[in-house]
């Protein structure tokens, strides 16, 4: 069988920004090819520890996206644990991506994506190419030089969040004459 998807599309909802004292709640994946069409996709509520949420979910963000806090911690209680997350990624990569070439992930500061990956899942972040498709670095250069922003609505939900990511790039993308 043919493994068509080039790019690992992936979007984090975390507990806060500190890769050490934070951890991933939920999990969007979108494979595609370079044309942006959608492969397949995945998606995972990570169980974490409420007192952990209670503690780190805390401050100006969440109090402004407190509907978006209270729907993680409701969704919580029928998580997965880390591992077995974890191992559904692997296999979706498997039966997605040629297993000869690393997976090249993509997404919105998508950097800060991977210092998690990195953190919690050692075993997904050693499949993962050291080069990412960071759509924010496109959204600095547009914004920055040609005076274009692209409307992205703020979900702060993985699946809704990747989503616009790969809209965000076509966007840009539709902006470049070849």
Known sequence: MTKHAKLLWVDLEMTGLDPVQDR?????????????NEIARYEAVKKVGPNLMKERMVGEFWDTYSTVR??????????????????????????????????LLAGNSIHQDRKFIENEWGRL?????????????????????????????EAHRAMEDIQGSIEELKYYLGKVKA
């Open 24 to 36: 991933i709640l939920e999990v969007a994946v979108i494979a595609t090819d370079w044309d942006f």
């Open 70 to 103: 209270d729907a993680l911690m409701a969704q919580n209680e029928n998580g997965k644990n880390g591992r077995t997350v974890e191992n559904e990624l692997l296999e979706f990569i498997d039966e997605h991506f040629d297993s000869e070439k690393p997976v």
């Open 125 to 153: 972040n050693a499949r993962l190419h050291y080069r990412m498709l960071d759509v924010s670095a496109w959204k600095v250069l547009f914004e920055g030089k040609y005076k274009k922003k692209f409307a992205k609505p």
